[in-house]
């Protein structure tokens, strides 16, 4: 997908493949569709491919197909609405379309991304989590599966969060996908949790054969209060996909975390390989975080210009 978004030139690209040579050319706007042709995830495509676009000659769609809700990858729920409020930060917009939600084994979903390139990215500074003022949530059943495995997710989840929050409302909604906005069968859940700074986590699980609604739903509630534990102001999924967009602002990025993550580390690695930002990884100082095992993730970054604009 990058090689043909900046008709690039790329060989070893082929299962089996230890080394690639990759030489890009000029990152042009415009329509461009990939699709994994599985239920490859759609929004690792985005993700992989945003960074690129923001740096266009002019603005791009991206008609992306594959898996919306698939195992090992951000549900694209969690990419509406963690992801994008949070990364819009740096100061883009971009709007994501739902056209189809496609789950494994089949993908078959499309998601459409819009977006303008900008002359460069701001950065961000996310360390003051607040307190949690809502959480609420999506249980959806998609296919020939009963609503009632929808309704039955959403109860056990409220139930398992309400044991630790009591003074909250937890809004957690049952939805039956449309026939046809959905392809395949499918069921889940995302529970977002919001604060009073504007911080934003989520806990996500995904059904499968054989797998009963109570425990997907337990599942993402606890995944949900694990990340309000640590204290930190992003979740442990957000953490490395703000990583690249923190090297290549202008300016130094800071964002308190839980526990760093392995996939946290490698971001940094490349980002500091690759780009030649600078990161620092500290634990964080305030008094509040004593007892938590929170971090401070401080980078400088390069301040890329777009040619372009």
Same mark, same amino acid.
């Given at each position: 997908m990058?090689?043909?978004?900046c008709d690039g030139q790329l060989?070893?690209?082929?299962i ?13 706007g415009?329509i ?8 490859g995830s759609?929004?690792l495509l985005?993700?992989v ?5 923001l740096?266009a000659?002019?603005?791009s769609?991206l008609?992306?197909k594959?898996?919306?809700n ?5 549900? %694209?729920?969690? =990419?509406a609405m963690?992801?994008k409020?949070?990364?819009e930060k740096f +100061? ?6 739902? $056209?189809m939600?496609?789950?494994y084994?089949?993908g078959g979903?499309e ?5 303008s390139?900008v002359?460069q990215l701001?950065?961000i500074n996310?360390?003051?989590r ?5 959480i609420?949530?999506?249980?959806f059943?998609a296919?020939v599966?009963?609503?009632k495995?929808a309704k039955?997710m ?8 309400r044991k630790e ?9 049952p939805v039956?996908e449309p026939k ?10 995302i529970? %977002?949790?919001e =604060?009073?700074t ?8 995904? +059904? ?5 609604a109570? $425990? ?5 509630a606890?995944?949900?209060l694990a990340?309000?534990?640590h204290?930190g ?8 996909q703000l990583?690249?967009?923190?090297a ?9 975390t839980?526990?760093v993550?392995l996939?946290?580390q490698t ?7 690759l780009?030649?930002a600078?990161?620092?990884?500290k ?5 509040e975080?004593a007892?938590?095992?929170a971090y401070?993730?401080?980078c400088?970054?390069?301040?890329m210009t777009?040619?372009y604009?």
């Amino acid at each position: 997908m990058i090689r043909d978004l900046c008709d690039g030139q790329l060989e070893g690209a082929e299962i089996g493949s230890t080394e690639i040579i990759f030489t890009p050319e000029k990152i042009k706007g415009g329509i461009h569709t990939a699709d994994t042709k599985t239920a490859g995830s759609v929004c690792l495509l985005m993700q992989v491919s945003m960074p690129c676009v923001l740096f266009a000659a002019s603005p791009s769609e991206l008609r992306l197909k594959g898996g919306t809700n698939a195992e090992m990858a951000p549900q %694209i729920d969690y =990419t509406a609405m963690v992801f994008k409020p949070i990364v819009e930060k740096f +100061g883009f917009q971009f709007n994501c379309d739902i $056209k189809m939600r496609g789950y494994y084994p089949k993908g078959g979903g499309e998601v459409i991304v819009r977006m303008s390139p900008v002359k460069q990215l701001n950065p961000i500074n996310l360390t003051d989590r607040g307190s949690v003022t809502k959480i609420y949530g999506r249980a959806f059943v998609a296919g020939v599966l009963p609503f009632k495995v929808a309704k039955d997710m959403a109860a056990a989840a409220v139930r398992c969060i309400r044991k630790e929050i009591r003074d909250l409302y937890v809004n957690i909604q049952p939805v039956q996908e449309p026939k046809d906005q959905a392809f395949g069968n499918g069921n889940g859940i995302i529970i %977002i949790a919001e =604060t009073s700074t504007g911080c934003l986590f989520a806990g996500s699980s995904l +059904g499968k054969r054989g797998v009963n609604a109570d $425990k997907v739903g337990i599942e993402a509630a606890e995944m949900l209060l694990a990340n309000l534990r640590h204290g930190g102001a992003v979740d442990e999924y957000l953490q490395d996909q703000l990583i690249i967009f923190m090297a290549l602002a202008c300016g130094v990025s800071r964002i308190k975390t839980g526990p760093v993550t392995l996939h946290t580390q490698t971001a940094i690695h490349f980002a500091e390989q690759l780009a030649k930002a600078k990161f620092s990884v500290k634990k964080s100082e305030d008094e509040e975080d004593a007892a938590k095992d929170a971090y401070i993730i401080e980078c400088q970054g390069i301040g890329m210009t777009n040619p372009y604009l």
